[in-house]
């Protein structure tokens, strides 16, 4: 059960993170957020918005390895919303 709240915060300490820096249009975009394995994971919702926001995301890649310096990478794969 730790493991499952450890997730869900995680989850949401990057979404507020993304929130404060990515624009308003790209962020609405964002359907999923999730550290696995010492990856950060970012859910775009099609394929469209996942290249836009890889194409953001090499400005934010310094400020993300400040938050949290364990991770060992950053992957934006797509997640339809339901």
Do not use: C, H, N
Request: a positive charge; charged letters at 25%.
């Amino acid at each position: 059960m730790k493991r499952v709240t450890d997730q869900v915060s995680r989850s949401r300490f990057w979404s507020g993170w993304l929130a404060a820096r990515l624009p308003p249009e790209l962020l609405s975009r964002v359907s999923g957020v999730a550290e696995r394995a010492g990856v950060l994971v970012i859910f775009a919702e099609s394929a469209a918005w996942s290249a836009r926001l890889r194409y953001a995301l090499p400005e934010l890649e310094r400020e993300i390895g400040s938050a949290d310096a364990a991770l060992s990478g950053i992957e934006v794969r797509v997640l339809p919303r339901a």
